[in-house]
């Protein structure tokens, strides 16, 4: 495995890189699955979720560091679905914008 220098938990701000160690993470299931189909780097065999040394959060989503068995380069793996408004600027995660959503949606019905 790689050795990488992360933040502690308490350090974290989304964008960091914290360790995976303990963590929890929210995924959807079939875009890890189509996320960890090849290496970007060598196309080669899927990445094994066992070789993860790192998790970016953004917001309820984020980015999975996953070392490479072959290349040993690392992949940035999306947990969740990404959208975009036109053709520019960074995706948002889906799941951000539900969780949005739905905050709206309970606020201005006086649920909270």
């Known amino acids: 495995m790689m050795d990488v220098d992360v933040a502690s938990h308490e350090e ?33 065999p899927p990445l094994e979720l066992s070789r993860c040394f790192g998790y970016v959060p953004q917001g309820l989503g984020g980015y999975l560091h996953v070392e490479c068995r072959i290349c040993r380069k690392p992949n940035l793996v999306k947990t969740s679905p990404i959208h975009r408004k036109g053709n520019r600027g960074k995706g948002i995660f889906t799941i951000n914008t539900k969780y949005a959503a739905g905050q709206y949606r309970c606020i201005s019905s006086n649920i909270m």
């Open 12 to 44: 974290v701000r989304s964008g960091s890189t914290i360790p995976v160690g303990g963590s929890n993470v929210i995924v959807n299931l079939h875009t890890l699955i189509e996320e960890m189909k090849v290496c970007k780097h060598c196309h080669g």
